[in-house]
């Protein structure tokens, strides 16, 4: 395939983030529709209610996802990173994406207990569904773990993309179904809660997360791939 043309270091960086801004305003316009329904905004946990624990929940995939953006593009195109902090780097923002990461998850947990019981689904039915859900979840993780690695989970192609270049495309475990297995099973988990307590906010972030996920993935890492690995 041909080279991707050639721009300038902040063209890079900024490259298919208007497609992600757009995105995200259209489903968080969508979610400001949805945060208006009683069922929503019912229930409370720790003194907050299950609206601001809804805001929160929508909150921590954006920095989450902005974070990477930031560090991956700067760390690709300008070595940002590892001038700033040298050997380091990459453990320091694993770091900061591990946190990210479980807190974005921890948070639809708690939407969905402080607004239990109302997506109207029956507990029966939700649990053995949460059940469901969680098992591909669980197999993509210990995929992750067994063949392909936290390391490049969180990005190391975008610190050494000669050495991963070198590396083949995984596709034992639960990546011979899909190569984005991360994005198609890995999100499961935020469905889980919702299912769980049968919460109708934590069904709208479960929902929120996952499309989110695809549009970092349309506007960030696919270009990203183009440029590390030339297909």
């Known amino acids: 395939m041909p080279e991707p043309r050639k721009t300038s270091v902040i063209g890079r960086i900024f490259e298919g983030q208007a497609l992600h801004a757009i995105l995200l305003a259209v489903l968080l316009a969508v979610c400001i529709w949805l945060s208006r ?70 948070s639809v947990f708690v939407l969905a207990a402080a ?12 649990r053995v569904l949460a059940v469901i859900a969680l098992l591909p979840a669980l197999y993509l993780f210990y995929s992750v773990r067994r063949y392909f690695s936290f390391r490049r ?21 639960i990546f011979r179904w899909t190569p984005n297995a991360m994005y198609v099973f890995g999100f499961l988990i935020g469905w889980v809660p919702a299912l769980w307590w049968g919460s109708a906010a934590a069904f709208a972030a479960a929902a929120f997360n996952h499309l989110y996920i695809w549009v970092h993935y349309y506007a960030t890492e696919r270009p990203d791939m183009r440029r590390i690995y030339g297909r």
């Open 153 to 173: 989970a969180f990005g190391i192609d975008h610190f050494d993309p000669a050495a991963a270049r070198a590396l083949p495309f995984e596709r034992r475990g």
């Open 115 to 126: 607004n239990a019981g109302t997506a109207g689904l029956d507990p029966t039915i939700g």
């Open 37 to 106: 329904f009683d069922a929503v905004g019912a229930g409370a946990l720790w003194g907050l209610g299950a609206r601001g624990w809804f805001w929160v929940a929508l909150a921590l995939p954006v920095v989450h996802q902005s974070y990477v953006w930031f560090v991956w593009r700067t760390e690709l195109h300008a070595g940002l990173m590892t001038r700033w902090l040298g050997a380091p780097a990459f453990t320091i923002y694993a770091a900061g994406f591990a946190v990210l990461g479980l807190a974005r998850v921890a």
